[in-house]
């Protein structure tokens, strides 16, 4: 009697344990670095060697762009994706490529939770940059699902060391179960 309890307790860990988690191009947004990086040089992606910090190059959505993945504080584990697209050097492509990305996003996701798009934006780069800044344009969405987060905008911020403060269209995945272990590994660092 003893045993077959022990073997559905077991089962019933196992069960729980095993966590799903939100996906990028079909990768579980899970495990460590080198698991993700693999993973990513299989869909042809290549590690940067311009940064330090761990960026890939290669297509998305059909096109050019940097994925920067991010690790949990202290156990290293993949909790956040980020894309951002390159040569998009004109108002048109950046808001075309936007709404193509959107549509995509509704049809596997569903409509977005949250929904930010002000202003029309000016043929010249220089004035989208200055547009941006000034929140006169405003392209941004959010996705929310059970497993975690989708982002996508527009903007000219400094997020990354890529951004240089020029507009880029990006795209943010965040792992729910992973992120929630991220700020647990951040809290605890600051404790010690």
């Given at each position: 009697m003893r045993k077959?309890?022990?073997?559905?307790?077991?089962?019933?860990?196992?069960?729980?344990?095993a966590e799903e988690h939100l996906t990028f191009m079909g990768i579980p947004i899970d495990g460590p670095l080198d698991c993700f990086s693999q993973a990513?040089?299989?869909?042809?992606?290549?590690?940067?060697r311009v940064f330090s910090n761990p960026v890939f190059e290669g297509l998305f959505?059909?096109?050019?762009?940097?994925?920067?993945?991010?690790?949990?504080?202290?156990?290293h584990v993949v909790c956040e994706v980020l894309v951002a697209f390159q040569k998009l050097h004109q108002w048109n492509e950046l808001d075309s490529a936007y709404n193509a990305l959107k549509a995509k996003l509704i049809a596997q996701y569903g409509e977005p939770a949250e929904t930010k798009e002000v202003g029309d934006g000016p043929q010249e780069?220089?004035?989208v940059r200055q547009y941006l800044e000034d929140?006169?344009?405003?392209r941004r969405c959010k996705f929310v699902t059970e497993l975690g987060t989708v982002d996508l905008g527009l903007d000219n911020l400094r997020l990354?060391?890529?951004?240089r403060g020029v507009p880029y269209l990006y795209l943010i995945y965040t792992?729910?179960?992973?992120i929630n272990t991220a700020a647990q590994e951040g809290m605890m660092v600051c404790n010690n």
């Open positions: 077959i309890i022990t073997i559905i307790l077991l089962a019933v860990a196992m069960v729980a344990g990513l040089e299989q869909q042809d992606f290549r590690r940067s959505a059909d096109r050019l762009a940097y994925v920067i993945v991010e690790t949990t504080p202290e156990t780069i220089t004035q929140a006169i344009l405003i990354h060391e890529l951004s792992d729910k179960a992973n």
